[in-house]
């Protein structure tokens, strides 16, 4: 098995080379080809000497994740499923936007947390993926949607890490992905524009403040212990003061002055006035002005085996109001691709439910996939 050169960050990939008994820059060179300009065959690497181009051939390869299937939505999305084998697929969404286009990104196949209100919960834990399916999603979706919309420009200018998984349980390989996504001769996206989002593992959102501190989502979904320890069974281990806490000491490094927290609204359940109340105490609790942050109200998108209902929309407003009241920003997110089932949690990785597949095709416009096709690279 040669080695996958998606699997390094620029440092990794500078070991690599020095492994063949090469100099670091070439790395630098390899890596943009690489992230930069999509490359895949070594051959197209002219400025690389000929004689490391036989090395590169010999002992690695550049492997994207095989396209199970692409979906378009009426609005613009576009979602992939990929293959990460063993009957296992995870899912990368695109999602365009006037003044950005944002990858939401998968980093396990499956998820251990378990959350109610979640489609990927519901599905259990399968594995963590690899640094190189993590980066998979971004190289091909970049490199497929420039020659899709026929430019030269980046076309991905913020990742979610809010796909299929939790990615603080996949520290290990979400880490080089990341500083890849940053890497000026990577993809270049500034610290603020590349979101991990987590159901709240401690220790490990204390790793990123030191290791690579980006923007911080956190879901929250309850404001007090009893609710959250039922949606969020995480919560049993790392309950929301130890939470909190941790988010306070994140802002001495993130790139933002605020912690985003995303807030499932679920019909009876976490909707009620006195819960917003609850959530401006719980944060004012925390800090002199209270913990710096802004709340994302996200309805919940509904899927058969929760059992569970989404808000009407005007007790999300009037929810939203509350806390705006208070003063916290508070915005609604827009569900975006729930036509093809690519929201917030309906992400399940459905492979096998292909009847279902079959008839989202027949309903939606369904895009040809261009040569770049990761199955032929
Ligand atoms: N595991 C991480 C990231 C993936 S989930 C996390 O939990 O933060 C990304 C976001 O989608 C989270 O805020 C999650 O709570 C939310 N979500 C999950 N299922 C949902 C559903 N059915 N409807 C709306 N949002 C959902
Ligand atoms: Fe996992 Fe996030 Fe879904 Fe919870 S919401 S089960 S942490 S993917």
Redesign the pocket.
């Known amino acids: 098995m040669t080695a996958n050169l998606l699997e390094f960050d620029l440092e990794g990939l500078a070991v690599f080379c020095e492994g063949l008994g090469e100099k670091r820059f070439r790395a630098t060179q390899l890596f943009r080809w690489i992230h930069q300009r999509g490359a895949s065959d070594f051959d197209q690497m002219t400025d690389l000497a000929k004689s490391l181009r036989e090395k590169l051939k010999t002992s690695a390869h550049i492997a994207a994740l095989p396209v199970i299937s692409q979906h378009a939505s009426a609005d613009g999305t576009i979602k992939w499923l990929f293959d990460v084998g063993d009957g296992n697929a995870v899912e990368a969404v695109f999602i365009p936007e006037d003044d950005r286009g944002t990858l939401c990104v998968s980093s396990q196949a499956g ?1 251990a ?1 378990g ?1 109610r ?4 919960g519901h599905q259990g834990f399968s594995r963590n993926l690899s640094t190189a399916e993590i980066l998979a999603q971004l190289w091909f979706a970049e490199h497929f949607l420039r020659k899709h919309l026929n430019t030269d420009g980046r076309v991905i200018s913020n990742v979610v ?7 603080l349980q996949n520290y290990s390989a979400l880490v080089p992905a990341l500083k890849a996504m940053l890497d000026d001769h990577g993809y270049g996206l500034s610290r603020r524009r590349v979101t991990v ?3 709240g593992v401690v220790p490990m959102i204390d790793r990123l403040a030191q290791d690579c501190p980006v923007a911080l ?3 929250l ?1 309850a404001p007090f212990d009893d609710l959250r320890d039922n949606l969020v069974p995480l919560n049993r281990k790392y309950p929301l003061d130890e939470l909190l806490q941790a988010c306070t000491r994140y802002l001495a490094a993130a790139p933002r002055d605020f912690i985003t927290f ?1 807030y ?1 609204m679920l019909d009876g359940v976490n909707d009620q006035p006195e819960h917003a109340h609850q959530l401006i105490d719980l944060v004012r609790k925390h800090g002199h002005d209270g913990l710096r942050c802004k709340f994302n109200l ?6 058969p085996a ?1 059992g569970l209902l989404r808000s009407p929309l005007a007790r999300v407003q009037s929810f939203a109001k509350i806390l705006s009241d208070a003063g916290l920003v508070t915005t609604v997110r827009k569900t975006r691709g729930d036509d093809i089932d690519a ?4 992400l399940a990785g459905d492979v096998k439910d292909r009847t279902r597949v079959q008839d989202r095709i027949a309903l939606q416009r369904t895009i040809p996939l261009v040569p770049v096709a990761a199955d032929s690279l």
């Open positions: 998820c947390v959350c209100f979640c489609s990927t890490m809010m796909g299929m998984g939790e990615p989002s987590t159901s989502a956190v879901s979904h995303e499932c996200i309805p919940f998108n509904p899927f929760s929201a917030c949690g309906q």
